[in-house]
């Protein structure tokens, strides 16, 4: 059960790190006082391609904090 433990705490580490890394990765919601009044100058292919790569990094967010969530429970069951 030991190693089972450290096993479970290794990769709860392990996707904690990822999950910070890809938290670091995106961008903000609002883009400030100049978002707010079309200040906004990026062309729509940008925009989609930008969507296309903050909507893969939303989906990585969700998957790593429920992993964490199950792995902490485990360890809490195992322990």
Avoid: H, P
């Avoid at 433990?5 to 938290?23: E, F, G, P, W």
């Avoid at 391609?49 to 998957?63: D, P, R």
């Amino acid at each position: 059960m030991a190693t089972l433990n450290i096993i479970l705490t290794s990769i709860l580490v392990l996707c904690s790190i990822v999950m910070i890394a890809v938290v670091l990765m995106q961008q903000t919601k609002s883009s400030g006082l100049g978002g707010a009044f079309g200040g906004d100058s990026q062309s729509f292919s940008a925009r989609g391609q930008a969507a296309s790569k903050e909507a893969k990094l939303q989906k990585i967010t969700v998957y790593t904090a429920i992993a964490i969530g199950v792995l902490a429970i485990a360890i809490m069951i195992i322990a």
